[in-house]
Every structure is written in structure tokens, then in C-alpha cells.
């Protein structure tokens, strides 16, 4: 499939000086609990099947989380809270993702992100967000012929994701919707084809799981939506 070709490509991007030193250097110094494995330290391509109607779009691979083993929200705390709540839905075979060998597959939904590679502080550059663009228009254009729903985990995925739909010629909201927890605002396919909903929730992230920005409730709440949204 050429998502499957994509994905391969991808992980040989060199493109961002910072995010290749830092994934490498993340890698090389590595974390105690972690001290025995080895670093998948490339880019992370998206996860899930090729033809998926539902897509989840974060922001980027944690550096000792997906930049440690190569598949997007897996070995931190993010992940745990995503995968659970898509197990609870049905949509991921295991509630737990540990490593790329865990046999975790996904139904109709993928999971991807508008930067490919871990960088410090969980914060790209602007420069980054648009130098890794190419690749998530290349991944969403084609997804297009299945993609029914878009879940965005966070503003810099939202804000990302916005020129990416409009670059492939999306139709958007005028103005251009703003992020929200719950925010909902629908994009119509290039063809004039159908419309899909592209639907806000808080980035899982440790901060605001920790401090219940997020509860699991409202983060199973919003796949639910974008679930039933996609036809899963
Ligand atoms: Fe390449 Fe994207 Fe990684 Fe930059 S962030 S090096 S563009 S894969």
C-alpha cells in the first residue's frame, strides 16, 4: 500500500537539524528504567491500517515514549491514557501499548501527528511544524477515500491540521474554527464529495491528566463521537 511505502520513507527524514540531534542524543543518554533497550531514535510514522476512517492527530512523538519505540503514543503516559480509551471503544485490540512487537493492532482508526520526531520540551519550532507539513498531506491525502473523521489531541495539532486539510483543498469554516476542547467544525472533500467533522479534545498529556484538564471520561467521550462520526 502506499501508506505502508510512505511510512518507510519517512523514516529516513533527516530534514529538522535540532530533532535529528535531539532523538539521537535522547537515545544515547537514555532513561535508567530504559538503560536495556534500544531507542527506535527516527522519525515515527502514523499507526494504523491504511484505510482507516477515523484519524487521530496529536503532536508529536514523546522523546522517551514513541521516540523509544517507533510506533506513536506507545510507553508513556499519553499512550496508556489513548489506548485505553480506544480499547474501551472497541477500536484497539489491547487496552496497553508497550512496544512495536506487541501484537496492539488498531480498527479503522489511525493515529498520526503533525511532527514526526521527539522534540525538547514536547515543542517543535514553527520552522519544524512547516518543514514536517509535507508529510502529514501526504499521509491524509492518501487516507482521503476512507477518512470520515478527524480527532485532534491538542492547539498545535489543530493549528497544524487546518493548513494541511486547506493545502489539499479542503473547504474550511470561514474564519477558520478555533481550538477547543469540543470544538467541532466540518471540512469538505476536494471533490465536493463528502464532509467530515474534524472534532478538539485536550491533549492527553501527563500535565493535564495530572491536574484533570482531561479526564479519561472526556478524552472516551470525544473518540466516542469521532467513532460513531467515521461510522466505527
Ligand atoms: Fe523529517 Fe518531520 Fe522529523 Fe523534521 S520532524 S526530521 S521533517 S520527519
Known amino acids: 500500500h502506499p501508506l505502508r511505502e510512505l511510512d518507510t520513507v519517512l523514516t529516513t527524514c533527516r530534514a529538522c537539524p535540532r530533532l535529528v540531534a535531539w532523538r539521537e542524543e535522547t537515545a544515547r543518554v537514555r532513561r535508567r528504567a530504559f538503560a536495556d533497550q534500544d531507542y527506535w531514535a ?5 499507526f494504523g491500517p491504511p484505510d482507516a476512517a477515523l484519524v487521530i492527530v496529536g503532536l508529536a512523538p514523546a522523546a522517551h515514549g514513541g521516540n523509544r519505540t517507533g510506533r506513536m503514543f506507545t510507553g508513556d503516559p499519553s499512550g ?5 480509551a480506544l480499547h474501551s471503544l472497541g477500536l484497539a485490540s489491547r487496552p496497553t501499548a508497550t512496544h512495536r512487537g506487541d501484537g496492539l493492532e488498531l480498527s479503522g482508526v489511525r493515529i498520526t501527528a503533525p511532527v514526526h520526531c521527539a522534540p525538547p520540551d514536547n515543542r517543535p519550532t514553527t520552522t519544524e511544524r512547516d518543514t514536517c507539513r509535507p508529510w502529514l498531506a501526504r499521509e491524509l491525502a492518501l487516507l482521503r477515500p476512507t477518512l470520515r473523521a478527524i480527532v485532534v489531541l491538542g492547539a498545535f ?3 497544524a491540521l487546518l493548513p494541511v486539510l486547506a493545502g489539499d483543498g479542503w473547504l474550511l469554516p470561514r474564519p477558520r474554527p478555533a481550538f ?3 470544538a467541532e467544525a466540518w471540512a469538505a472533500a476536494p471533490d465536493g464529495g463528502h464532509r467530515i467533522p474534524l472534532l478538539g479534545c485536550y491533549h492527553p498529556s501527563r500535565r493535564n491528566m495530572s491536574t484533570r484538564t482531561l479526564t479519561p471520561a472526556m478524552l472516551r467521550q470525544v473518540l466516542a463521537r469521532g467513532a460513531r462520526l467515521a461510522g466505527l
Do not use: I, N
Not at 527516527?42 to 502514523?46: A, H, K, N, Q, S
Not at 496508556?80 to 485505553?84: E, G, R, T
Open 42 to 46: 527516527r522519525p515515527v510514522p502514523g
Open 80 to 84: 496508556d491514557a489513548l489506548y485505553a
Open 157 to 159: 495539532g489543530w493549528q
Open 180 to 182: 477547543g476542547h469540543g
